[in-house]
């Protein structure tokens, strides 16, 4: 596109792109088109991110679907002084990596790969937050409903497929993994998720328990 006029194609689908309020698809675009040629689409809009490739905004791809973006390296001059900054709890973390990294997964299966019980509140600040989603349920007695990650996920970590997660190797590298979750990795390469069970728990997450039932109630049994 660099150095030659655009044709009225590659024009009509930048409008597009940078007046959509969400990403789109290939399909999407060529029907608000008015059923434009597909193949003639995808080449405008690889032309196009040929074109913003390098560039203060740039045309990228996440989940097949397309949208600008401004480019990653430049985002600290869009920062506003204040930002709302959104922090997720240790459990809320530990449940977005393990549908990111196995999804799709059950509820059950994700309190056995963490050894723990998973508090609904938990998967509801991930769904609110958009970054995970429901996926259909198990074809398994009982039919439990299944988690995987959403565009919106990629999107704001970057990535353009689930394939770009970054591995162990390079967690530990980055510092992000302390010992336990050295000990936790460890355990899910060697497919034992049993082990689990001694992963540490936070007060948030461990099960509620009558206490009475384990201190007794003081009173001797009955002769």
Do not use: C, N
């Amino acid at each position: 596109m660099s150095g030659t006029k655009p044709d009225d194609l590659q024009r009509a689908v930048e409008a597009t792109l940078f007046a959509a309020e969400e990403p789109m698809t290939l399909e999407a675009l060529a029907g608000h088109l008015g059923d434009a040629d597909l193949p003639a689409v995808r080449e405008a809009v690889r032309q196009l991110a040929d074109h913003y490739e390098g560039r203060g905004i740039e045309l990228v791809e996440r989940s097949r679907k397309w949208h600008f973006q401004t480019s990653p390296d430049l985002a600290h001059l869009l920062r506003r002084e204040r930002e709302q900054v959104r922090r997720l709890s240790r459990a809320a973390t530990e449940v977005l990596a393990i549908v990111a990294y196995h999804e799709p997964v059950s509820r059950a299966e994700i309190e056995s790969i963490r050894g723990v019980q998973t508090a609904k509140g938990t998967v509801d600040v991930l769904m609110e937050a958009g970054w995970i989603k429901i996926a259909g349920r198990r074809e398994v007695p009982g039919r439990p409903v299944i988690y995987a990650t959403t565009a919106e996920f990629l999107q704001h970590f970057g990535l353009q497929t689930r394939k770009d997660l970054p591995g162990l190797d390079e967690l530990r590298a980055a510092g992000l993994l302390d010992p336990v979750d050295e000990a936790y990795d460890a355990l899910i390469e060697t497919d034992e998720p049993q082990g689990l069970a001694d992963t540490p728990e936070t007060e948030a997450d461990m099960p509620r328990t009558d206490q009475s039932a384990i201190e007794g109630d003081g009173k001797e049994p009955d002769e």
